[in-house]
């Protein structure tokens, strides 16, 4: 465990391909329920478009995920009521007594007509809370991205990385990584 600063332990990138939708989630992973198309409440899509429905409802039209890569998927996520978890991964391998980053890109994919003209007063901005725990049930870390602002446009994605360090304990070598609704709806 002499580690290498920048080497990643574990990456999740939701794969690739030519079709607009990809595999759902391995069982585990997720709670919300896999679905092609607008993702209702409580439900994802693996898609490669910011707007899984081929047309324009509310969501940005924009057809790339944040890593360049032009066949890249993404998980489109519609909240649900009440806030639950969103995604888990069992990460092992990790060196006791080191400091590892958690994080992720996020966007808010809602267009600026998708809050005035469909939600108005009553839109519920995303905001993601990011945990780190161990043993299983016991948060070791966490922090929260506040309130994740609608896109500038209607055509681009304002991706941010979110995340925090954490380190482990002195014979820790596993850890689950959270990532939770905190804004239900």
Not at 9 to 21: H, K, M, P, V
Not at 90 to 104: E, I, K, N
Not at 117 to 146: H, R
Request: glycine share 12%.
């Amino acid at each position: 465990c002499s580690g290498n600063q920048g080497s990643f332990i574990f990456c999740e990138d939701f794969g690739s391909g030519t079709a607009l939708y990809g595999p759902a989630l391995p069982l585990g992973v997720t709670n919300y329920v896999y679905q092609q198309g607008v993702p209702g409440n409580g439900t994802y899509v693996i898609a490669s478009s910011s707007n899984p429905s081929g047309t324009n409802a509310g969501y940005v039209n924009d057809n790339h995920d944040h890593t360049g890569n032009l066949n890249g998927y993404m998980m489109v996520v519609n909240s649900d009521y009440p806030a639950a978890e969103v995604y888990r991964k069992h990460v092992t391998g990790l060196c006791p007594s080191t400091t590892y980053v958690f994080c992720a890109y996020l966007a808010n994919n809602n267009s600026p007509l998708a809050v005035s003209n469909v939600c108005g007063s009553s839109y519920v901005y995303a905001n993601i809370k990011f945990l780190t725990e161990f043993p299983l049930g016991t948060v070791q870390g966490s922090v929260s991205s506040g309130n994740l602002q609608v896109a500038p446009t209607a055509t681009s994605l304002p991706w941010v990385q979110y995340g925090f360090s954490f380190t482990t304990g002195p014979s820790q070598t596993s850890v689950d990584i959270v990532l939770k609704n905190n804004a239900p709806g």
